[in-house]
């Protein structure tokens, strides 16, 4: 009588994949539905984060898409908005910004300046950092998450600002930082031992973060890696660097080892979240490894600037630590723009010393969205699925 059951078993499972096999075989193949995004991270993802806490970037931000400023730190869309624009999503609107926001379709907790690990600096200080670190941002996302839906069983408007109980756990989470906790510690004239040290103290944060986003419904994750910032004129521009610390790129060797070393242990964290994280589809995308090939064969991808600032203000970068993008000085008692932006910002890799312009972050977009540098390599319409490794 035992084997009864257990027989009834076996003959159910073998007409249901004989009978009935694509629901077995479809489900990696089958483009997910994203209905939201949820974003972390700092200046390279926030589209207005930082504006709405401290004040707009004013222009000539955002002028070569938005015509105006936008809240983004480049003259135009990030990768995210390319991200968004992909799965068929609006922009989205920061946490912070609280002026015609539409949180429908997700949220950007994301801020210029911010680290995964909290600074014991304040915002305007030489190194300053933002107060809104990663685990601020997850605090921001967790009352977002119970708030929204507190509201939204009110009905009315409501009901077409915020999204529903469901999309937390459907959603897409995109995160993007970590690039802010190396380049704090070289404002702290930390050498480059120093910063290595810090970093699995770092990671481990991000670790957790991760972790309880998990807690909280978050089952779909896509993570940049860190990029090569020693590729970034405010970071070459710290110090006079020796030959042999230059590559054939023009990239400063010692601060784009660390972004590597950072990258390999990222990657190993992300290999332990997926084991104990089971039911978390987490992709790692190597934006490293595209941006290097961007800066190091511009003129093969069609940018004729790899390397000097678009908008800027003097030195062998076009970039002034004093005087940024926009930045203006007085002579004679006249406001005189001395921060200006290049002609055509759509054949330059960097923007104002710090970030990516809008013609650079598409391209980078258009690399990683198929999975081509993804770990496991799935493109961004299918990031929901789950690969054991």
């Excluded at 898409?65 to 920061?94: Q, T």
């Excluded at 910004?97 to 300046?113: E, I, K, L, P, Q």
């Excluded at 991760?210 to 419904?217: A, F, N, T």
């Excluded at 200006?340 to 258009?366: I, R």
Aim: charged letters at 20%; proline letters at 6%.
């Amino acid at each position: 009588m035992r084997l009864i059951p257990s027989c009834a078993l076996c003959l159910w499972l073998f007409i249901s994949v004989v009978l009935n096999p694509e629901p077995l075989l479809l489900d990696a193949s089958r483009d997910c539905d994203f209905p939201a995004i949820f974003n972390f991270g700092d200046s390279n993802s926030d589209t207005g984060g930082l504006s709405a806490a401290f004040g707009q970037a004013g222009p000539p931000h955002g002028e070569s898409f938005f015509r105006h400023p936008a809240g983004r730190y480049c003259d135009g869309r990030l990768v995210i908005d390319f991200i968004a624009k992909e799965l068929g999503l609006p922009y989205l609107n920061a946490f912070l910004d609280s002026v015609g926001s539409n949180f429908t379709h997700g949220a950007n907790f994301a801020t210029a300046g911010s680290t995964i690990r909290p600074q014991n600096t304040t915002l305007h200080q030489v190194g300053g950092f933002s107060p809104f670190s990663l685990d601020v941002q997850f605090v921001q996302f967790s009352d977002f998450q119970r708030r929204s839906q507190t509201f939204r069983n009110k009905g009315g408007l409501y009901t077409a600002l915020l999204p529903k109980a469901q999309d937390f756990s459907r959603a897409l989470y995109t995160f993007d930082i970590g690039q802010n906790d190396l380049t704090a510690g070289y404002f702290h004239n930390m050498s480059t031992d120093q910063v290595k040290a810090y970093v699995p103290d770092v990671l481990a944060q991000f670790n957790n973060i991760v972790k309880y986003v998990y807690d909280h419904g978050g089952r779909s994750f896509w993570i940049h890696n860190t990029g090569p910032v020693g590729c970034l004129p405010y970071i070459m521009d710290l110090r006079p660097l020796k030959t042999t610390e230059v590559d054939r790129a023009g990239c400063a060797i010692p601060y784009n080892e660390v972004a590597r070393y950072f990258n390999r242990r990222l990657k190993a964290v992300v290999l332990q979240l997926r084991k104990k994280l089971p039911l978390a589809a987490i992709t790692y995308v190597d934006v490293y490894s595209v941006k290097y090939s961007l800066i190091s064969q511009a003129k093969k991808h069609g940018f004729m600037e790899p390397l000097r600032a678009c908008c800027g203000h003097g030195g062998k970068y076009n970039f002034n630590k004093n005087i940024g993008c926009g930045g203006k000085i007085k002579v004679r008692g006249k406001e005189v723009l001395v921060g200006k932006p290049c002609g055509d910002p759509s054949v330059w890799v960097n923007w104002d010393g710090v970030h990516y312009t809008q013609a650079a972050n598409k391209w980078v977009f258009e690399q990683i969205v198929d999975g081509s540098f993804s770990d496991p390599p799935i493109p961004l319409n299918k990031a929901c699925h789950r690969h054991h490794n």
